[in-house]
């Protein structure tokens, strides 16, 4: 029997947890969100990022700036937001336009707002096993594993994809919680034979459906980070979900799986974030 990972139902919990918590701070907790041009994708991940703050109880500050926004333009706006006291977080949608240097603009950000986790002070943090904030999407998936009672320490696990946001700090994670980690990308040889190995198989490789039954070992535990709109326009995920559900011993659904515990992270690095202010201002 293949358990379905409800990271839907996981991630209602998580922000029903953290409704509760904020609902007892003497102040609100506040998360500017900076989105730089009109990528309908994004637009849906802003308004469910906003949604889900009102939820909680979060104050969401959306700033939608033209495609014609110059990287100085979008830098002076970051460091108005660093200097504000009334902000605690502070998440630039990405990708940006390609006039901007996404990294330039990461680095602007105060490494005590990025709620996000991709400055370089807080990758550092991460693995140094320093306190910083850690990206949502990795913090999402370890959660999803603890909360469904996924075993991670001595696991073999294989990560497919070695991106800044999601492969590299994933394997971070899992080294962090005592797995052994592989970590798999276009240039690996023999990429079924390797993922066969895994206990739970991580798959962040931006290509719809591209994973099906023969990199999976029966009974692995499946990762779906992945999310596209395919030409028929349904959202599906990295993996063959049809394929794979049938040899995997749990696998996460797309939509309902990695991408609603992303916002659910980001709602608590968001409290995290108002914490450690309120602790700096005392
Ligand atoms: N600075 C920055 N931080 C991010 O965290 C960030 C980003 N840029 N750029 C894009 C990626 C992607 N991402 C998602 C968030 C929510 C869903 C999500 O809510 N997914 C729903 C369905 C969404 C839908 O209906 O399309 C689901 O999987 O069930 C998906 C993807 C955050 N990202």
Redesign the pocket.
């Known amino acids: 029997m293949t358990v379905l990972i409800n ?2 139902a996981i991630a209602a919990t998580i922000k029903e947890e953290l409704k509760a918590q904020l609902s007892a701070r003497p102040r609100v907790a506040t998360l500017a969100v900076i989105l730089v041009g009109n990528d309908p ?2 637009s ?2 802003v308004n ?2 906003h949604r889900a703050c009102e939820y909680v109880g979060i104050r969401s500050l959306v700033m939608t700036l033209p495609d014609s926004t110059s990287q100085a333009e979008l830098l002076k706006h970051i460091e108005t937001l660093n200097q504000r006291d009334d902000v605690d977080g502070i ?5 940006l336009p390609a006039a901007i240097d996404s990294q330039a603009v990461i680095q602007a950000i105060s490494p005590d707002k990025d709620v ?1 986790g ?1 400055h370089p002070q807080n990758v550092g943090a991460l693995s140094m096993n320093h306190t910083g904030f850690l990206p ?2 990795p913090a999402g998936i370890i959660e999803l594993l603890k909360r469904s009672h996924i075993e991670i320490a001595g696991k073999e696990c294989v990560v497919l994809g070695r991106s800044n ?1 999601v492969g590299k700090p994933v394997a971070q994670l899992l080294l962090r919680e005592n797995a052994t980690v592989t970590i798999c990308h276009s240039q690996t040889k023999n990429l079924p034979h390797i993922c066969q190995r895994a206990d739970i198989l991580i798959v962040a490789i931006g290509k719809p459906r591209a994973i099906d039954s023969r990199y999976v070992k029966p009974g692995a535990v499946v990762i779906d980070v992945g ?1 596209h ?1 395919d030409s028929a326009g349904l ?1 599906c995920g990295d993996v063959d979900f049809n394929a794979v559900q049938a040899i995997a011993g749990a696998i996460t659904p ?7 515990m ?2 659910a992270m ?1 709602m608590q690095n968001c409290l995290i974030a108002a914490d450690r202010h309120a602790l700096r201002a005392s």
């Open positions: 990271g839907k994708a994004s849906i991940y469910n990022k998440l630039v949608q990405l990708p996000d991709f949502c999407t946001i999310i709109r959202i797309v939509p309902g799986g990695v991408g609603p992303t916002i980001l």
